[in-house]
């Protein structure tokens, strides 16, 4: 098992450009959920699934949108980068987020100039 | 709201020595769970430990303890025979099904080993 991927590592972006983080895992998890990691405030919760199709808010979900198409794959999406946006983005997935372990995967650093 | 609170920011143990990581949360749930999470510099989040808060026994884990104060909303994590490799962030996190299912973290402890 390759566990939860997430694709790019890193990535330079400027102002108002879009692009789309992906992450898969191959564990056949129904939650999955992103967070971004700011220094000083832990990690905070951008968006959330608990399965294909199913999606919902976080703490802090201005600026990005969700999709859950398929059970492996949740991608996120900024619409038009800001440097606000500029932190380490985590995809994280288990079968129930309270009851089980959440496991993460690498990280993408992205930068927003 | 629900929030967790880590008030150290950074803590030091001496390499073998036993130290504790505070770490409070504050809810009206009575059935939820928490966890510690521990970040080394490769960022990878791994789960160190993780109790249910209707498990009156403390969650242990070889080296690794906890002390759950339901009462007092008090979730310590305890490390005996601190090793370098314990070095890193260590994040105390919270979850309900009520929540939907959500992980609330706090804003983490960072712990130096010192040889």
């Known amino acids: 098992n390759a566990g939860v991927t997430q694709t790019p590592k890193f990535q330079v972006l400027k102002t108002g450009q879009s692009m789309t983080l992906q992450c898969a895992q191959d564990m056949n998890h129904e939650y999955m959920s992103w967070y971004r990691q700011d220094p000083g405030m832990g990690l905070r919760l951008i968006h959330y699934?608990?399965?294909?199709?199913?999606?919902d808010q976080g703490e802090v979900p201005n600026g990005y949108n969700v999709s859950r198409s398929t059970t492996e794959d949740f991608p996120l999406r900024l619409l038009s980068a800001a440097p606000s946006q500029t932190s380490v983005y985590f995809c994280?997935?288990?079968?129930?987020?309270?009851?089980?372990?959440?496991?993460f995967g690498p990280g993408t650093r992205l930068l927003v100039l | 709201a629900q929030t967790v609170t880590q008030s150290q920011p950074e803590m030091s143990v001496q390499e073998a020595e036993t130290v504790t990581l505070s770490c409070t949360y504050d809810t009206s749930e009575s059935d939820y769970y928490l966890f510690w999470y521990k970040q080394p510099p490769s960022r990878q989040m791994i789960l160190v430990i993780r109790?249910?808060?209707?498990?009156?026994q403390n969650a242990t884990e070889n080296r690794f303890s906890v002390n759950f104060q339901k009462a007092a909303k008090s979730f310590s994590l305890k490390i005996s025979d601190s090793q370098l490799g314990d070095a890193a962030m260590y994040f105390c996190a919270y979850a309900t099904k009520s929540s939907g299912d959500k992980l609330t973290f706090g804003t983490g402890t960072r712990l130096a080993v010192r040889p």
């Open positions: 699934s608990v399965g294909a199709g199913i999606t």
């Open positions: 994280a997935s288990s079968y129930w987020a309270s009851k089980e372990t959440q496991y």
């Open positions: 109790q249910e808060a209707y498990k009156q």
